[in-house]
Nanobody, 117 residues
């Protein structure tokens, strides 16, 4: 599967962005998906995940109440709505697909989000 992330950009603190991740192939709806991010000089960290049906979502504490993950299986697309952005949210954001074993195994190329203060 190929994953293509988009929607990043420069935004002021307090603003919003919506990231999208489009997947190729016919198996998108069978697997859980997630968003990760990597800030400059830091390790990649988990941001949010969603089950194959979209019925279950979870996120890291630092984005709870601000970021919303969702998916549209008919469009093979994963979303991350980011509101109330903070400078510390600045990072390259990656989408990823889980494999049969539950691990994240397929990764997109990343999209840069920069939040200015």
């Amino acid at each position: 599967v190929q994953l293509q992330a988009s929607g990043g950009g420069l935004v002021q603190a307090g603003g919003s962005l919506r990231l999208s991740c489009t997947a190729s192939g016919r198996t998108f709806s069978r697997y859980g998906m997630g968003w990760f991010r990597q800030a400059p000089g830091k390790e990649r960290e988990f941001v949010a995940g969603i089950s194959w049906s979209g019925g279950r979502t979870y996120s890291t504490d630092s984005v709870k109440g601000r970021f919303t993950i969702s998916r549209d299986n008919a469009k093979n697309t994963l979303y991350l709505q980011m509101d109330s952005l903070k400078p510390e949210d600045t990072a390259v954001y990656y989408c990823a697909r889980k494999g049969d074993g539950g691990e994240y195994k397929d990764w997109g190329q990343g999209t840069l989000v920069t939040v200015s203060s």
